[in-house]
Each structure stands twice: as C-alpha cells, then as structure tokens.
C-alpha cells in the first residue's frame, strides 16, 4: 500500500534541521557615512574604555612592579585609584539606568536580567568596591601601603574587567549594530543619549 503523505516526524525532523542550519542572507556593505553612524557608539565607549585602561595600568604598574608610573607621588597613585573607582561606578550607574534599558529591548547581552553586560558589571563592582575600600584606608592612613595588598585586591577581577570592555564595545560596532537598529533609529539614540 502506497503513503499519500509523509509521518509527521520526517517533516518535524526536515523543518528543525533547516532551522538550525540556515543563516540569515549577509547585509549589504554599508557606505562611509552609515557605517560611521552605526559605529558611533563603539567609538564613544572605546574612548572611555581606554579611559579606564589608562587607570587599570597604572594601579597595576604600582601593585606589580613597586615602580610608580610618570613619577607619580605614592599619594597622586592612591587618589587616581580612588578617582577610577569612582568614574567607572559612575560609568556604569548611567550605562545600567539610561543606555542598557534600550539596548536590552533588542540585544539580549544588555538584559538587566539576564544579559553578559550587566552580569558583568556586577562583577566588576565587587572588585571595584574592594579596591576602593582598600585605597580609602591607604589614603586616610590606616593601613600602609602594600604592592602586594594592592594586587591581591586588583587581581581576582582583572580578567571579567578586561573582558568587559573589550566585549561592551564590541557589541556596539557597526557590524552588530545594524543586526538589530535602523540608522534612524541610531541617529535617534545619538541625539537622546549623547548629544
């Protein structure tokens, strides 16, 4: 006897695998002027990343070598650490209350919930905190000075911290940007965050 259709569990299995195997058609290249528009908000927060790195380098410069950068005094060391502290918290309060909230309706990274952004940061603040509690002491004299206190504080959130920056201004290049935003859409977030 002959089947005039094929058993539910073919089609299922047939559908399933073009599902997962298929990839969206490739986006046409974007002109000088879009893709500027829609890397704009990688170029700002790498500006403020490298920012954060210059900081990072120094405290660990300190903690690592005993060597002070640029001549610095033991103290202008402290307070920079205390500064960095301080802007990345900041940093990071106005990326989690105004940009992460629009982002995460369309890039799951950025979800206060459940996005690698936010989980981040909380890592992040964790060490930061430490750092900043440590740095305090130092700075109104109740515990000296150590390169090896100041490593131990710095270096158990190094690496989350190095990742992040990297991956935060990686997720808003053009490239992924356009995945999710239209460029009236970027130009709108330009005005309503950044302008």
Known sequence: MRRLFTPLRTHSRQFFRTMTTEQPPPLPPLSAEDHQIFNRFSVIMDSFHNNFRRYWQDLWQTA??????????????VNNGIDFTRYLTA??????????????????EFDGKKGLMPKQHKQIHTGLNNLQVYLTKVSKGEVDFQTDDLKNVMEPWAEVLWSHLDAE?????AENMRKYWTKEEMIAMYKKYWS
């Open 91 to 108: 940093h990071h309060n106005i990326e989690e209350q105004h940009l992460f909230p629009h982002l995460a309706t369309r890039m799951s």
């Open 64 to 77: 690592t070598t005993g060597i002070r950068p640029r001549g610095m005094t033991l103290r202008q060391v």
């Open 169 to 173: 201004v990686a997720s808003l290049k």
